[in-house]
């Protein structure tokens, strides 16, 4: 009993002092590291206090897309970042994203003359150079101050084709302007038309030519994952501090709801969605209706039945529904169902030059990239973003030399093998 209390004692003197000591920053940033998922694909998620992973300080420091989730942990407030890392309920299809990528071996061929590869992709007549866009994320400034006008800068710099959320932070004319160029508009239908009809009319006012219809949350999710819980208790602020709910919770603050009549309006959710509201989009507009969420054939044939000009193959980056397929896994079948009659786009898990050729052999014509380019934004701002779209591009140009492809057309499915 004595040694007990002595070691007890011990314990607490240490605490007194531990808590006066720039040391606590260390065990914070510890405990942070300890709560986070294991890593799939990626550096293991270390805090950069321990010593034990090198920490960039700077976007030309970067080797790969990795480094900067490793800065934009440190800068964001675990809340934030825990917003942005998880995925819904046990995280299967935000494993399955990566796990399903990584499984795919490559087919390379050789002595081919690989000396001018072009990596231009063509999507209803515009031509972008590269096959890679940014997804459609909201909220950005949670992210940076500059959020959604630095990611269109960067975009715009370099060619990127940017889709622009509905819940986004900045306007879709500010976001136009930044960008110099067309930007496309994702749309969340929420529960009233004439919200919906309002928001389309002005992103198509607004120089948009294509109009992005997510149909994946019809309903809410199950997005209090235990990783979440745990960062989320690991923060000292309050999230009424930043996001004040009026009566029309966050839509208030959302610069695309400016004058709209919000009445009885609280979220972004459509349980009534159907086929129907497609037609009618259809008819609403002259911009390209693409719908995001498919993963099925019987939906791809629906979507041509219906009209739609093209879709992007998603599951929300795993954070919709807890299905346990990968997007890259369903792709097949939706390329498949429609025949080439409509672009594909996919997007889920992607991180890597040779994931997005995967995705160009199994079928796609774009890949969407989405929280590679906001750890780029959360960690460096603009030149953060512009980072991480040129390594992006530097790995595909570097893997379709290596598997003798010189366009993004003799990219086939041949180039991939039976998963492991």
């Not at 004040?244 to 004058?259: N, T, V």
């Not at 397929?325 to 898990?349: F, H, K, S, T, Y």
């Amino acid at each position: 009993m004595p040694n007990r209390r002595y070691e007890l004692a011990r314990r607490r003197t240490f605490l007194k002092l531990l808590a006066g000591s720039p040391m606590l920053g260390y065990a914070r940033a510890v405990s942070y590291a300890d709560a986070l998922p294991a890593p799939i694909g990626g550096p293991k998620p270390v805090a950069a206090s321990t010593g034990d992973e090198y920490v960039i300080a700077s976007p030309d420091q970067a080797i790969n897309v990795f480094e900067f989730e490793t800065v934009a942990r440190q800068k964001l407030s675990p809340a934030h970042y825990g917003i942005l890392a998880t995925g819904v309920d046990d995280e299967v299809t935000l494993r399955a994203n990566r796990e399903a990528l990584i499984r795919l071996p490559l087919r390379p061929r050789r002595l081919v003359d690989v000396r001018h590869v072009d990596m231009t992709a063509e999507l209803f007549g515009v031509k972008w150079k590269t096959p890679i866009a940014l997804a459609p994320i909201g909220t950005l400034r949670a992210y940076h101050p500059d959020g959604e006008l630095a990611t269109a800068k960067a975009a715009g710099a370099h060619g990127y084709l940017q889709i622009l959320s509905t819940v986004a932070t900045t306007s879709v004319e500010d976001v136009i302007a930044a960008t110099g160029g067309p930007v496309w508009f994702q749309l969340y239908p929420t529960s009233k038309w004439t919200v919906a009809q309002a928001l389309v009319k002005r992103a198509e006012l607004a120089g948009c030519p294509v109009v992005v219809l997510t149909v994946d949350l019809p309903v809410g999710t199950g997005r209090k994952t235990d990783t979440f819980e745990r960062l989320k208790r690991l923060d000292p602020s309050r999230c009424a501090d930043c996001h004040e709910l009026g009566a029309q919770g966050h839509f208030e603050h959302r610069p695309m709801f400016d004058g709209l009549d919000l009445t009885g309006l609280t979220s972004t959710s459509a349980p009534g969605l159907t086929w129907s509201f497609v037609a009618r989009l259809r008819e609403t507009t002259s911009m390209k209706v693409v719908v995001k969420g498919i993963l099925t054939r019987e939906d791809a044939n629906l979507c041509l039945q219906y009209g739609v000009d093209g879709v992007i193959v998603s599951n929300h980056g795993g954070r919709a529904e807890d299905s346990g397929l990968a997007a890259i896994d369903a792709l097949p079948e939706v390329v498949e169902a429609v025949q080439g009659r409509i672009p594909v786009l996919v997007d889920g898990g992607f991180r890597r030059g040779t994931d997005v050729f995967k995705g160009l052999a199994l079928g796609a014509q774009a890949i969407c990239i989405g929280r590679p380019y906001i750890w780029g934004l959360a960690a460096f701002g603009q030149p953060g973003v512009e980072r991480v779209l040129e390594i992006l591009r530097v790995e595909l140009e570097l893997i379709m030399k290596q598997c003798g492809t010189r366009s993004l057309k003799e990219i086939t499915p041949a180039y991939v093998g039976r998963p492991s």
